[in-house]
Structures are given as structure tokens and as C-alpha cells.
């Protein structure tokens, strides 16, 4: 069973900054497409960003393009979203997801990936 577990959420100020961390629990995790969504009060799931298996491609929602990194570190099995200038629109749940992959490329809709976490809240006060 793989098994997802975010980490790194809190409260933050409009421009500020915070770095989730996505620890997964499997024995090859470089062969797992890697994302990042959220859900905000009263909306629905959205992609925000996602990294192939290697960490060589990446790929982000255009609303945090420019702010967010995504990163990977293999050796670790932990997946990252650096998060810079936050806005009190990106408040919302963070959620991590995994999918087992062939191919060296991203996966943007929630539906392809099989592993979710639990979440972590991310709140950006005005």
C-alpha cells in the first residue's frame, strides 16, 4: 500500500512564503509521476503543479506559475512545493498525489493519479 503524508502547511501573510513536503512510502518511487492540488472553501479540486519521475520535466497551473516550484528528491521519496508571494487566494487544502508511470511525463488531471494524502491546510491572511 503506498501511502502519501503532507507535511509543512500553516498560516502565512499575504507574500510570504512556506515549502510543503509529501513523503511517500513506496520502494520505487522514481517510477511514480508526482502532483500537487488543492481545494479551496467552496471550490472544487485543482491541479497546481506536477513533476515527472525523474524531476526533469515539470509543469503548473498558470495561476501560481512564476511562485510555486515543484521539486523531487528520489533518494528521499519526498516531493516538494516551494511556495513564494502567496496570496490569500491560494488558501486552500494541499493536496499531494501518486501515479505509478511508464512514460517520462506529467500527469495534470486528478482522476490519472491512484495515491492521494490526507492533505495539509495552507491559509494566507490579507
Known amino acids: 500500500q503506498v501511502q502519501l503524508v503532507e507535511s509543512g502547511g500553516g498560516l502565512v501573510q499575504t507574500g510570504g512564503s512556506l515549502r510543503l513536503s509529501c513523503a511517500v512510502s513506496?520502494?520505487?518511487?522514481?517510477?511514480?509521476?508526482m502532483g500537487w492540488f488543492r481545494q479551496g472553501p467552496g471550490k472544487e479540486r485543482e491541479f497546481v503543479a506536477a513533476?515527472?519521475?525523474?524531476?526533469?520535466?515539470?509543469y503548473y497551473a498558470d495561476s501560481v506559475k512564476g511562485r510555486f516550484t515543484i521539486s523531487r528528491d528520489n533518494n528521499k521519496s519526498t516531493v516538494y512545493l516551494q511556495m513564494n508571494s502567496l496570496k490569500p487566494e491560494d488558501t486552500a487544502v494541499y493536496y499531494c498525489?501518486?501515479?505509478?508511470?511508464?512514460?517520462?511525463?506529467?500527469?495534470?488531471?486528478?482522476?490519472?493519479?491512484?495515491?492521494w494524502g490526507q492533505g495539509t491546510q495552507v491559509t494566507v491572511s490579507s
Open positions: 498525489a501518486a501515479r505509478l508511470i511508464l512514460h517520462t511525463g506529467v500527469v495534470v488531471t486528478p482522476n490519472e493519479y491512484t495515491y
Open positions: 513506496v520502494r520505487t518511487f522514481s517510477s511514480y509521476a
Open positions: 513533476i515527472s519521475r525523474s524531476g526533469g520535466t515539470t
